[in-house]
T-cell receptor, first 117, second 111 residues
Framework: DVKVTQSSRYLVKRTGEKVFLECVQD?????MFWYRQDPGLGLRLIYF???????EKGDIPEGYSVSREKKERFSLILESASTNQTSMYLC????????????????FGPGTRLLVL | SQKIEQNSEALNIQEGKTATLTCNYT??????LQWYRQDPGRGPVFLLL?????KEKRKERLKVTFDTTLKQSLFHITASQPADSATYLC??????????FGAGTRLFVKA
């Protein structure tokens, strides 16, 4: 079974702090994603990566950065946490198979609930 | 850009009945569409994928249909059980590596 793990289930930080959220997958997947999920808004893509050291902005990248130094690890960084970044953060990975039709089923971690005070 | 609409109101049904959830999209028909289940405080879990050239897909008590004319997918759970209570998300490929997700519909199955 694919396993995606996230470093923390719950996190409380203060405004202005630098926050690191870590995600690790164990299935040699090419693609990794970071989403945030807020009530009524669904999952919104922050950043994704389709290869080591490669990254692409998603729909809401402002205030975030990412790092992918190794294939299995994708980190989300909040440079200076703000209260509007209080949310559930979900990491996901997908195989990245170069076949058609693409079947990019995503495998999610358990999520990190971040509270910024 | 592509938008997904799922009924934001919760669906309440009696155990044993069939639950039907709707997913509508607004623009081009995607190459495939997926359904995920999400329990409170957990990440979504993949259930089914249906491609644009497929009309229907089944997996045990689950059935998904995909109507590219109506730009709609229906997700059915037959003989529903209280353990099926969760939020169900519809997801579409949005070009390249991206997938967009609907906000989900909450299902409550009463015993």
């Amino acid at each position: 079974d694919v396993k995606v793990t996230q470093s923390s289930r719950y996190l409380v930080k203060r405004t202005g702090e630098k926050v690191f959220l870590e995600c690790v997958q164990d299935m040699d997947h090419e693609n990794m994603f970071w989403y945030r999920q807020d009530p009524g808004l669904g999952l919104r893509l922050i950043y994704f990566s389709y290869d080591v050291k490669m990254k692409e902005k998603g729909d809401i990248p402002e205030g975030y950065s990412v790092s992918r130094e190794k294939k299995e690890r994708f980190s989300l960084i909040l440079e200076s946490a703000s209260t509007n970044q209080t949310s559930m953060y979900l990491c996901a990975s997908s195989p990245g198979l170069a076949v058609y039709p693409k079947q990019e089923t995503q495998y999610f971690g358990p999520g990190t609930r971040l509270l910024v005070l | 850009s592509q938008k997904i609409e799922q009924n934001s109101e919760a669906l309440n049904i009696q155990e044993g009945k069939t639950a039907t959830l709707t997913c509508n999209y607004t623009n081009y028909s995607p190459a495939y569409l997926q359904w995920y289940r999400q329990d409170p405080g957990r990440g979504p879990v993949f259930l089914l994928l249906i491609r644009e050239n497929e009309k229907e897909k089944r997996k045990e008590r689950l059935k998904v249909t995909f109507d590219t004319t109506l730009k709609q997918s229906l997700f059915h759970i037959t003989a529903s059980q209280p353990a099926d209570s969760a939020t169900y998300l519809c997801a579409l490929e949005d070009g390249g590596f991206k997938t967009i997700f609907g906000a989900g519909t909450r299902l409550f199955v009463k015993a």
